[in-house]
């Protein structure tokens, strides 16, 4: 079974904080996204990737496709990055436009 | 108006009434996505349209009916509901299906209520 799981489920904390985020899949895929979803529930592309790593601002999202995992960090937390972040996958010799959810992870960024 | 914009944003329906979401897009995208997100659980793809024909349908009860009349524009119509349907449903857009690496950009959502 195909899955994706990410931890922690919920994240609490501190202005100025870093933050890391992990997502883990079971099999081969040709890319990973990253998604921030604030309450209300639009959803919004951060990264997509399938290799390495990519950096936008305080958001980093790595890769490593040997072990199926990857990490979206984000440096010097602020309350407004409060969200939830979901990992997707498209795995490899399936639909190429179908993707994979987790769960996501709850943060909370306080003051 | 730019990017993907979904209405109503919210909607509460009694289990014999019949509804519609409308989906727009101004993305010059060709391919358009609905999905369901329940509490506590993933999203689910429900369909996929690519250049207005359907090429997927992911399983889904035949009370939900989607439409889609041009690439820009994507219906879903709701017609005798249950409760569990409840959920906030969100539309999608990518430039192409079919093609490795395709960046989905999502709509606001609607948040469905079924009574």
């Known amino acids: 079974k195909n899955e994706v799981e990410q931890s922690p489920q919920n994240l609490t904390a501190q202005e100025g904080e870093f933050i890391t985020i992990n997502c883990s899949y079971s099999?081969?895929?040709?890319?990973l996204h990253w998604l921030q979803q604030h309450p209300g529930g639009g959803i919004v592309s951060l990264f997509m990737?399938?290799?390495g790593k990519k950096k936008h601002g305080r958001l980093i999202a790595t890769i490593n496709i040997q072990e199926k995992h990857s990490s979206l960090h984000i440096t010097a937390s602020h309350p407004r990055d409060s969200a939830v972040y979901i990992c997707?996958?498209?795995?490899?010799?399936?639909?190429?436009?179908?993707?994979?959810f987790g769960k996501g992870t709850l943060l909370t960024v306080n003051p | 108006e730019t990017g993907v914009t979904q209405t109503p944003r919210h909607l509460v329906m009694g289990m014999t009434n019949k509804k519609s979401l409308k989906c727009e897009q101004h993305?010059?995208?060709?391919?358009m996505y609905w999905y369901k997100q329940s509490a506590k659980k993933p999203l689910e793809l429900m369909f996929v349209?690519?250049?207005?024909?359907?090429?997927e349908n992911n399983s889904v009860p035949s009370r939900f009916s989607p439409e889609c009349p041009n690439s820009s524009h994507l219906f879903l119509h709701l017609h005798t509901l249950q409760p569990e349907d409840s959920a906030l449903y969100l539309c999608?857009?990518?430039?192409?299906?079919?093609?490795?690496?395709?960046?989905?950009?999502f709509g606001p959502g609607t948040r469905l209520t079924v009574l």
């Open positions: 990737l399938s290799s």
């Open positions: 099999v081969g895929i040709s890319a």
């Open positions: 349209y690519n250049f207005k024909e359907q090429t």
């Open positions: 997707a996958v498209r795995y490899s010799g399936g639909s190429n436009y179908k993707l994979t």
């Open positions: 993305l010059g995208h060709n391919a």
């Open positions: 999608a857009s990518s430039p192409r299906s079919g093609i490795d690496y395709n960046e989905q950009f």
